[in-house]
């Protein structure tokens, strides 16, 4: 496998769960890299903001959950995916990723859910930003896997 994304979803519970997450992350980077060292594996994580999020799972129906500044408590959970470093090399640490992106949405549940786009959610500055994940899946696949061609001129 050359290009290989996990997803990875954070619906409640964030301070635990980022934390779950992110080993999932590493250990799914590990696995993708010891078995090809120049794959590129990358991650997606989808968090979400709504602080009325009700798991559709009959054991949780009608569960109390206590309220939490949720902006406060998701942009701490974007900044958690925001600052591990991030593998250029096959010759770089197994455990880290080559691409990450963070996606906010606002889903209680019930409804359809909303994209975030206004902060927490990462912005087009960011690196977690999802078109620049795109691109440098895009970048570093085209660096690793398609030979330049040969100038005969």
Excluded at 26 to 51: F, K, Q, T
Excluded at 119 to 128: E, L, M
């Amino acid at each position: 496998m050359l290009v290989s994304v996990e997803s990875k979803t954070i619906m409640a519970a964030h301070g635990k769960t980022r934390k779950n997450r992110f080993g999932d992350l590493i250990a799914y980077s590990n696995h993708m890299h010891n078995h090809r060292r120049d794959c590129i594996a990358a991650g997606l994580v989808v968090i979400n903001l709504s602080p009325t999020y009700e798991n559709p799972d009959p054991f949780a129906k009608g569960l109390r959950r206590p309220k939490f500044d949720m902006l406060k408590v998701v942009a701490d959970t974007v900044r958690v995916f925001a600052t591990p470093p991030l593998r250029t090399s096959p010759d770089e640490p197994s455990d880290q990723l080559e691409a990450l992106a963070v996606i906010v949405v606002d889903y209680d549940g019930r409804k359809v859910s909303k994209l975030v786009v206004e902060p927490p959610a990462p912005q087009p500055q960011q690196p977690i930003y999802y078109t620049n994940f795109i691109k440098r899946i895009a970048d570093l696949y085209k660096a690793r896997f398609i030979q330049p061609t040969m100038r005969t001129d």
